[in-house]
Every structure is written in structure tokens, then in C-alpha cells.
């Protein structure tokens, strides 16, 4: 027979139960106060260099429609907009010619472009993207790159080098939101320098000195469980054959270009390759190397596209390419509707 436990046991294991209860409470809460705070850092800051909470750039997309003929357009800064709002992007302005492709018809189809973009990344990325946004339910994969793979080794995923994406699909901002605030106030006001490491001589006042103390306190706690997640989830090791870069310098990038195509294509998804402007003799040889792989590889599949609109803008054009890179507003209107032009008459 079991001897009954004492009034006073029972007391405290009730009280050991109403404090664990209030401290899941109070857990709870401050996580729903953070993800209430994230949510409005999105949407103040979407309009310009932000990214949805579903961690692409733009509106957050509805469930697709029958009549819809959903489109996602991948690449690096270029795509995802460097300098431009997000509804004057080339997959923003491209959705609006499409729809105007698509109107004209008669044919009753909606258009949509999801905007994959983001800075810095190249071929390697694309197949990580395409895996993660496959809800999207995408009938077209646009890649219009080449800029960020002139290099060897580009192994930059954005996305992925947040956990709490990486797990739970969500794209938190907050956390880039204090670093740039932090790099604001050490840097006198200019983003820009500070990104790019120019020494600037400034004093922050005692008010900013108390700020920046307060949020690298909060980054270093949002850091801290970043780094505990990381090691419960971590990306798994390239693929490459690193021999392979002594037969080929393009060989990095082709494969991960192959890659992310052969995904596409076993999920049923058409791809459409575009050369982007042309930056310089060694890009114009990259797209050269990128051209025969396709040829060799896709020749004769109907749902692999190639269109090269290297000179359909100098980037030279300081109207058209601010910085001899990235569009302009006009700029990415022109490159959208040349897109357009080509590729209109082809959606079904």
C-alpha cells in the first residue's frame, strides 16, 4: 500500500507547477510581444530594402488561383531590387507587362511574379530557394543571374543563414533592423559607408551611446539562440567536385545552375535562363560556358528556355544603371518589358 504524501509535499508540487506555468505564461507572451514588434518592423519597411516575413521580397503572395499562371524570378541584387522599391523591381514591373501580354489575349489568366531575389547570391542558392518557396506552387522559374558568380565559390543562401527560417519558414527582421540602426548611429547617419567598411570620424552623444549598449544587448540574446539552433539544423555540405575547377573556371557555376534546372524540371516547373546585361569580358565568357552546358544539357527539352538580353542595356547608361550594376527605376522597367516581349506569348 502507498503511503499518502504529506499535505506539505503536495503544497509544494503544486506551487513548483503554478511557477512553471508562469513562467511558460510569461515565455509565451514575450514571444507574441517579439513576433508583434518583427510584424510591424515588416511592414514598415518593406516598401524599401525589406524582405515579407515569409522571407521574399514584395506582398505576400495569396493561394494560387486556377486562372493564374504563377511565375518566380531568381538572381542576386539585381533581381531583388538594389536601390528600387519593391513595386518598381524587374519582377514587379515584369508581372505588370505580362498582365498586359495576358490581357490582350482574351484568354482570362492572371499573372503573378514572386521576386526570389536577394543580394549577393548566385547559382548555388537557386536550389535551396526553389525548394523552400515549392508551396508557392510556381509553373515558371526565371533565373536571370550571372553578376554574382563571376568568382569561384559563391556559397551565399541568405535565407538559410537564419535558423528560425530555416525551420519554421519565417523570415524574422527585427534583428537586421538594430545592426543597421546600430551602424547608423556609429557612422553618422550613412548606411552605405558603413556596410562598406568606410572609416568615418564621428562621436555618438552619451543618448546614442546608451542606445547602441541596449541593442547589441538584445542582438547578443537573439544571437545566442540563433547559434543554439544552428547546431540542432545545419546545412549540409556542398556537392562539388572542387577537381572539377581545373578543367573549367565556370565549372562552380554551371553545375549549380544544372542543379537547380534539374529540380525544376522533376518538379514539373518550365525554367527560363536570361543573360543579364553584359558586365564585362569575363561575364560574356561565363554566359558563353553557360549557353553550351544548356545547349548540351537541354537542347531538346521544350521546357528549358534561354534568352540573352546582354545588350539589350549598356550598363555604361547612367540613366538606366545608376551605379554601372543595378538598374534604375527605368531601367528595370526596360528590362522588364524586353523580358516580357519574349516570353508573353509562351505562357499557358
Known sequence: ????????????????????????????????????????????????????????????????QNNEIRLVMMGGSTVFGYGVKYNETVPARLEVELQKVLSASGAGKKATVVNLGYNSEGAYAFFYNLKDFSYLGYDYVIIYDGYNDLGVGNATVYRHSNPIFRIFGYMPTLPLVMKEKIMLMKNGGNLEDAYRGKKIVFEPTKKDIIKIAVLNSALEVYNNTENIMNRL?????????????????????????????????????????????????????????????????????KNVSY???GDAISVKDKELVYDGVHLSIRGCQIMAASIAEKIGDKLN
Request: with cysteine; net charge positive.
Open 307 to 309: 534568352i540573352n538580353l
Open 233 to 301: 539544423n545545419k546545412v549540409k555540405d556542398s556537392d562539388f567536385d572542387k577537381e572539377e575547377l581545373k578543367r573549367d573556371n565556370w565549372a562552380w557555376y554551371k553545375h549549380y545552375m544544372k542543379k537547380s534546372i534539374d529540380y525544376a524540371l522533376a518538379q514539373n516547373k518550365k525554367v527560363i535562363v536570361i543573360t543579364q546585361p553584359y558586365l564585362s569580358d569575363s561575364h560574356v565568357e561565363q554566359q558563353h560556358a553557360l549557353r553550351e552546358m544548356l545547349v548540351s544539357n537541354y537542347g531538346d527539352d
Open 1 to 64: 500500500m502507498k503511503e499518502a504524501m504529506p499535505k506539505s509535499g503536495k503544497k509544494t508540487a503544486r506551487k513548483y507547477l503554478v511557477n512553471v506555468g508562469l513562467l511558460f505564461c510569461t515565455l509565451f507572451i514575450f514571444l507574441l510581444l517579439v513576433l508583434a514588434a518583427d510584424l510591424l518592423a515588416h511592414a514598415k519597411f518593406l516598401n524599401m530594402a525589406g524582405l515579407n516575413y515569409k522571407g521574399y521580397r514584395g506582398l505576400v503572395v495569396k493561394k494560387k
